[in-house]
């Protein structure tokens, strides 16, 4: 059975209530009990596959309640996680090891740590060989604890990131005045590490919140940024909603002051003082991210190097493919006279495309004469030759094909082809699994396979046939087990078909989660999520889901109807 369900006994309400949204927002239900006896109550009226208990509990401690549980239905099979502070670590280890739980978590209640637990028995149990991404530590190592930074001890960890020491002496590592930002991008992207990329500016002189020169740190997985750290005063959340106009600097500095003062985190504490709502503040942190990552392509000089590690869990996410973040970060932070020295030397080259990195660019909305620009790519003119019209549309062109250099979707050669290359494709094939070196002939046909395979389920979805789509969609995600969207389909027909079946429905949830976090900005993805979540009966989780549809497009009308009947919905009891 896939787990999809979250028991959490915490004796703080504010704690509790904070695990319980962390782990709704993912998708998944969650209930929350303040006592071991409410705990058990809960749990006989509905058993969940997954418990967090707190060891020191009123009444009833932890290790009591679990023993309990393990007699209720259901409770010989749920997963056991036992959790207390530091002082306790040791009797908590050992009553984990006498109970037969899962694991514990030692020192704060962190509901990242917690649901990263959830998400590693969900992928464990659901195709461990082929659902991305890779099982995830639980977070109590030392390296995850360095990077999990908070607000107010930002500045300072990033600070102490660039001597730590971590990196083996073959690292990546290097200086941004002999490589390009985007070209260190590229090569984490080709190797699909997983890690942080710590990054120290020269001769910037912005202000800091340490007093040092910028530094950030971008965590990557599988060669992906998911966020960024720095120490930028003008980079923090405060600074950021200021800007925005939604909030002024008396209100920064009063949010600051309970920073500091041990309250919380800026983004709560600005909730709590009514300064801001949840949408405007996850608006804010998105584009912080965005912002923070960006900026590092305006930097000439400076110094990189990459440390493997796993990344810790954020609340928000960059949401960019590798392709529109280096297109984004050329013509949002390079000056123009920069990029037209920097493709110099390859104006006279001629530009042959590489299918599978181009294609990215292909679906992306660009305007007229870029897109005239990449269907002249065919390895028989030169990007000078190419890059010409009139002067308000060359700089686009010429910032396009900087970008396609930079990615490595052409390659420069010195004569032209023989023969022109043909039409490419604009289908989801293109989206590259492996370094172009070694994505084998065979590889790409079994890509090819995967898409057919996903057109075969699309038309069969068209007309019902949710059994026959199931079978469709199941053999694109074992062709292309990295493509999300196979894995939503593939969850969304499986719910539409077994969804009378509890294991198959589980599976079914699980499915369309994990394929919705690969391919976080296709909206259709979300609504799909938003229709199996809202048959469970999981309001909170429906609701987040749509919208997170309105966030991506907010004219949605299934999306709007879907809220608005949401409205006078709650969670069953």
Not at 45 to 51: A, G, H, K, S
Not at 202 to 208: I, K
Not at 239 to 264: E, F, K, M, Y
């Given at each position: 059975m896939?787990?999809s369900s979250v028991?959490?006994?915490?004796p703080?309400d504010?704690?509790r ?5 962390a782990?709704?927002?993912?998708g998944?239900a ?6 071991g006896?409410?705990?058990l109550?809960a749990?006989?009226?509905?058993p969940t ?11 009833r401690?932890?290790?009591?309640t679990?023993?309990?549980l393990?007699?209720a239905?259901?409770g ?16 908590l280890q050992r009553?984990a ?17 917690m649901l ?5 028995v969900?992928r464990?149990e659901?195709r ?5 991404p890779?099982p995830m530590d639980?977070?109590?190592g030392?390296e995850?604890r360095r990077?999990t ?8 960890a990033?600070?102490?990131h660039l001597?730590?020491?971590?990196s083996?002496p073959?690292a990546?590592?290097g200086?941004?005045?002999d490589v390009?930002?985007?070209s260190?991008?590229?090569?984490i992207?080709?190797?699909?590490a997983?890690?942080a990329?710590?990054?120290n500016?020269?001769?910037?002189p ?10 950030k740190v ?14 930028l ?9 200021r ?7 008396s209100?920064?500095?009063d949010?600051l002051?309970?920073?500091r003062?041990g ?6 504490i600005?909730?709590?003082?009514g ?15 965005e ?5 590092v392509?305006?930097w000439s000089?400076?110094s990189?190097?990459f ?8 609340t ?25 020295e920097l493709?110099?030397?390859a104006?006279?080259r001629?530009a042959?495309p ?6 990215p ?5 660009l ?5 005239t620009f ?7 003119q ?5 890059i010409?019209g ?6 686009t062109i010429t ?8 990615v ?6 010195d004569?032209?082809?023989?023969h022109s290359?043909?039409?490419?494709p ?7 699994t492996a370094?172009?070196?070694e ?10 396979q995967?898409v057919?395979a996903?057109?075969?389920g699309?038309q069969?979805l068209?007309?019902g046939a949710f ?6 969609f199941?053999q694109a ?6 493509e ?12 539409a ?7 198959e429905?589980d ?16 909206a259709?993805?979300?609504l799909l999520?938003a229709?199996v979540?809202?048959d ?10 749509y919208e997170?549809v309105?966030h ?6 299934e999306a709007?109807?879907g809220?608005r ?5 709650s969670?069953?009891?």
């Amino acid at each position: 059975m896939v787990s999809s369900s979250v028991l959490v006994v915490i004796p703080d309400d504010d704690a509790r209530s904070r695990v319980v949204s962390a782990v709704e927002r993912a998708g998944y239900a969650c209930v929350g009990a303040a006592t071991g006896e409410a705990a058990l109550d809960a749990f006989v009226q509905q058993p969940t596959d997954i418990v967090f208990t707190s060891l020191r509990l009123p009444g009833r401690d932890g290790a009591a309640t679990v023993e309990s549980l393990r007699w209720a239905p259901g409770g010989d099979t749920a997963h056991m996680v036992l959790l207390g502070a530091v002082a306790d670590a040791s009797a908590l280890q050992r009553e984990a090891a006498r109970l037969g739980a899962l694991t514990c978590l030692v020192g704060e209640v962190n509901p990242a740590d917690m649901l990263r637990v959830v998400e590693g028995v969900v992928r464990r149990e659901l195709r461990p060989d082929s659902i991305p991404p890779p099982p995830m530590d639980i977070g109590t190592g030392d390296e995850t604890r360095r990077y999990t930074l908070t607000e107010s001890s930002e500045g300072a960890a990033v600070e102490r990131h660039l001597g730590s020491g971590l990196s083996a002496p073959d690292a990546l590592q290097g200086r941004l005045s002999d490589v390009p930002f985007a070209s260190v991008l590229v090569q984490i992207f080709e190797s699909r590490a997983t890690g942080a990329l710590a990054l120290n500016s020269a001769g910037d002189p912005r202000s800091t919140t340490t007093g040092e020169s910028p530094k950030k740190v971008i965590f990557f997985r599988r060669g992906v940024p998911q966020s960024v750290r720095s120490n930028l005063v003008d980079e923090c959340l405060g600074q950021v909603l200021r800007r925005r106009g939604i909030i002024d600097q008396s209100v920064v500095d009063d949010s600051l002051l309970r920073v500091r003062a041990g309250q919380g985190r800026q983004g709560a504490i600005l909730l709590a003082m009514g300064a801001i709502t949840p949408h405007q503040l996850r608006d804010a942190l998105e584009y912080q991210q965005e912002m923070k990552v960006l900026d590092v392509f305006g930097w000439s000089a400076g110094s990189f190097e990459f440390a493997d590690m796993d990344p810790p869990q954020e609340t928000v996410t960059l949401e960019m493919s590798l392709f529109e973040l280096v297109l984004r970060g050329v013509r949002e932070r390079i000056p123009p006279p920069r990029v037209v020295e920097l493709i110099g030397p390859a104006l006279d080259r001629f530009a042959i495309p590489v299918p599978d990195r181009l294609a990215p660019f292909r679906r992306m909305e660009l305007a007229p004469e870029c897109h005239t620009f990449l269907s002249g790519l065919d390895g028989r003119q030169t990007l000078r030759s190419l890059i010409g019209g009139p002067p308000t549309s060359r700089m686009t062109i010429t910032e396009l094909a900087y970008a396609l250099v930079c990615v490595e979707a052409v390659e420069l050669h010195d004569a032209p082809l023989e023969h022109s290359v043909s039409q490419l494709p604009s289908t989801p094939s293109a989206r590259p699994t492996a370094p172009p070196g070694e994505l084998s002939a065979v590889s790409k046909q079994l890509l090819d396979q995967a898409v057919d395979a996903f057109r075969v389920g699309e038309q069969a979805l068209s007309r019902g046939a949710f059994g026959e789509a199931m079978q469709a969609f199941a053999q694109a995600t074992t062709l292309d087990p990295d493509e999300g969207l196979y894995w939503v389909y593939l969850g969304y027909c499986r719910h539409a078909a077994h969804s009378h079946i509890p294991d198959e429905a589980d599976r079914a949830l699980a499915e369309v989660v994990a394929g919705c976090r690969l391919v976080p900005r296709i909206a259709v993805a979300h609504l799909l999520r938003a229709r199996v979540l809202r048959d469970r009966q999981k309001w909170a989780a429906a609701r987040n889901a749509y919208e997170r549809v309105l966030h991506l497009d907010p004219d949605d009308p299934e999306a709007l109807d879907g809220l608005r009947a949401l409205g006078a919905l709650s969670e069953p009891s």
